[in-house]
């Protein structure tokens, strides 16, 4: 049984948001290098100005990611295991239960 108690509240609170997870699971399987690796849909322009400004730097925060800003790539950060190894244990941000 799996819970949401394997990583600190704050540390879930980091990837609370669907973009935040979609980095993380992008990282995890080997499908998000850069940004635009996240495939960008609906309002690209607006969308990736959310991801630069809010969702990055708090995974980069948290220690998940490694983020160049220069040239807009995103690695594993140091801590990205803790997280990555219990994405799909985390509780769906949209209030869904997830998958098991």
């Keep these: ?16 948001t669907p973009e935040r997870r979609r980095v993380i699971a992008g990282l995890a399987d ?11 849909r609906g309002r ?9 400004e809010t969702h990055l730097p708090v995974l ?21 295991e803790e997280v990555a190894d219990h994405i799909a244990d985390l509780p769906a941000p949209d209030g869904e239960p997830a998958d098991d």
């Design 60 to 80: 980069e925060e948290a220690g998940y990611i490694e983020w160049n800003r220069e040239d807009g790539t995103i690695e594993p950060g140091p801590n990205f």
């Design 30 to 40: 080997g499908t998000v290098e850069t940004v635009a690796d996240l495939q960008l």
């Design 1 to 16: 049984m799996s819970t949401t108690h394997d990583i600190p509240s704050e540390r879930t609170e980091a990837v609370g």
């Design 44 to 52: 690209a322009d607006e969308i990736a100005a959310e991801l630069r």
